[in-house]
């Protein structure tokens, strides 16, 4: 299946301090991609949808100003957590949908607040 | 909106028996079923999909079937291996979702015995 690759897999950061992952499509051009925050034992969570030069469209109760995602291009999406704090502590994860429907995931983000 | 349920939640199997995991939908309109297999600190991997257009998909040991009438889907893994260990989740794809973006089911911790 197609690659999905995501960076970093893990990062630990300050409170306060804001923390980039980037997620990259490696060998398809995705106009939307997916990011999704997982805790524990359930499900995912959608938090947005980027769309490849325009704004991200953000689920209800995320924070668009905390969570800042950019889709500069075909290949790349990115998230960016400002100000983070303990609570934001999470595994993120990413997709990107290709053609019409089919949608595959990156390895995830691992996020430590300290 | 679209809403997926997924059932049993665990699921513990001896090695070499089958195991069935089920999904309901809601929205007639999904036309796209897709399975993921998510092992412990990794991002979900695409094991096999189905569209509605088809009844049934079969990839080596790993099946999937879908009755749009009764709206709902369900992944048949034969001779299960203990490295079929992990969280299964079944999702729909509904075109009246923006950007044709996954509705999630729960998610299936499946347990292989060896």
């Known amino acids: 299946g197609a690659v999905v690759s995501q960076h970093p897999s893990w990062v630990i950061c300050k409170s306060g301090t804001s923390v980039k992952i980037e997620c990259r499509s490696l060998?398809?051009?995705?106009?939307?991609m997916f990011w999704y925050r997982q805790f524990p034992k359930q499900s995912l969570m959608l938090m947005a949808t980027?769309?490849?030069?325009?704004?991200?469209?953000?689920e209800q109760g995320v924070e668009k100003d905390k969570f800042l995602i950019n889709h500069a291009s075909l290949t790349l999406s990115t998230l960016t957590v400002t100000s983070a704090h303990p609570e934001d502590s999470s595994f993120y994860i990413c997709?990107?949908?290709?053609?019409?429907?089919?949608?595959?995931f990156g390895e995830g983000s691992w996020l430590t607040v300290v | 909106g679209e809403n997926v349920e997924q059932h049993p939640s665990t699921l513990s199997v001896q090695e070499g028996d089958s195991a069935v995991i089920k999904c309901t939908y809601s929205?007639?309109?999904?036309?796209?079923f897709p399975w993921y297999k998510q092992e412990l600190g990794k991002g979900p991997q695409l094991i096999i999909d189905?569209?509605?257009?088809?009844g049934e998909k079969k990839d080596q040991r790993i099946a999937v079937t879908l009755n749009k009438t009764a709206k709902h889907f369900s992944l048949h893994i034969t001779e299960t291996q203990p490295e079929d260990s992990a969280v299964y989740f079944c999702?729909?794809?509904?075109?009246?979702?923006?950007?044709?973006?996954?509705?999630f089911g729960g998610g299936t911790r499946l347990m292989v015995k060896p």
């Open positions: 997709s990107a949908r290709q053609g019409w429907d089919t949608i595959y």
């Open positions: 060998d398809f051009q995705a106009t939307t």
């Open positions: 980027s769309n490849e030069g325009s704004k991200a469209t953000y």
């Open positions: 929205d007639s309109a999904s036309n796209y």
């Open positions: 189905i569209r509605s257009n088809v």
């Open positions: 999702a729909a794809s509904s075109p009246n979702n923006a950007g044709n973006m996954l509705t």
